[in-house]
């Protein structure tokens, strides 16, 4: 389950605490993402699949995914970030537990707890920091530190880089979802979901190097199918959370996309990879509703 659960949620959490750095281009790091295209007579639409956060010194936007981008006349992200203080608002509306409620390490198994508060220590925070939080919101925040240590920056990943040209070259975006939808869809899931997210990313922490590391070079080296393995199969441990951050999301997104292709009009789509492969990705959701997506070749 975390592994899908954290990556949604990441883009948010990092937007709100890292600094940015500039992208560098580096071509021992050139980078070849999956991209998908549907189409009809004058209808064009770009699939492509993003990793929230990258390090510096990777090259991705170029050949056939700045080819498809140059010919798009506006661009869908999963969401369009609203300033800092609005989304400090929303995070602190969706995710700080109910007066009342115990302390977020108490409500945790016995066996977890000296784990979770050295989480939290070593996150470089009090021990009792995160403890009127919700278990979703204590989990994303317990993930932020390691990846930023590690050199991981929204300002590197493709959402901010589109978002950038896009303005540059004066083409809309929007998004496909609202900042405060996407958090809905986290402070909704079940206390027993969250509080199985919370507990599964402590467990995870030590090998998060090496896990992130993995699920960049499969990005890179355009193998969606593995990148998916890596982010969803997980989530078949837990079906409510399954079904609320991967197949429903993608049923929607597919719905979009065919309502869309009744106008006139190329459109750049960029979502997270795991959305794009796996049984219910949303090329999946397409074909139900009869619409192909097909792989670009390059």
Not at 26 to 37: F, H, I, S
Not at 149 to 163: A, M, R
Not at 201 to 209: A, F
Not at 280 to 295: F, M, P
């Amino acid at each position: 389950m975390t592994r899908s659960f954290r990556a949604a949620f990441t883009a948010l959490a990092l937007t709100l605490s890292l600094p940015a750095c500039a992208q560098t281009a580096k071509p021992a790091n050139d980078a070849d993402p999956a991209l998908w295209v549907v189409k009809d007579a004058d209808t064009t639409i770009y699939l492509f699949g993003t990793i929230h956060v990258l390090k510096p010194g990777m090259t991705w936007f170029d050949e056939a995914v700045k080819t498809a981008f140059d010919r798009s006349d506006e661009v869908k992200l999963e969401l369009v970030m609203p300033d800092p203080a609005t989304m400090q608002g929303l995070v602190k509306a969706t995710g700080l537990a109910p007066a009342g409620t115990p302390p977020l390490v108490e409500r945790l198994p016995v066996a977890r707890r000296a784990a979770y508060t050295q989480a939290v220590i070593d996150a470089g925070l009090p021990a009792n920091a995160l403890d009127k939080f919700k278990p979703w919101l204590a989990a994303t925040q317990l993930s932020v530190t390691p990846l930023a240590k590690l050199g991981y920056d929204t300002s590197n990943g493709p959402e901010q880089v589109i978002t950038a040209a896009a303005k540059a070259a004066g083409k809309p975006v929007t998004g496909l979802e609202t900042a405060a939808q996407q958090l809905g869809y986290f402070s909704s899931l079940s206390d027993k979901a969250q509080l199985e997210f919370l507990g599964s990313t402590i467990d995870e922490l030590p090998t998060v190097e090496t896990v992130m590391s993995k699920m960049v070079d499969d990005w890179a080296a355009g193998r969606p199918e593995a990148l998916a393995e890596d982010m969803n199969d997980s989530l078949k441990d837990s079906p409510e959370v399954a079904k609320v951050l991967l197949v429903d999301r993608n049923k929607r997104w597919a719905t979009w996309i065919k309502q869309r292709m009744a106008r006139p009009g190329t459109v750049f789509i960029a979502v997270g990879a795991g959305h794009l492969a796996g049984a219910d990705s949303v090329q999946a959701q397409l074909n139900a509703l009869g619409v192909k997506a097909t792989r670009v070749a390059y």
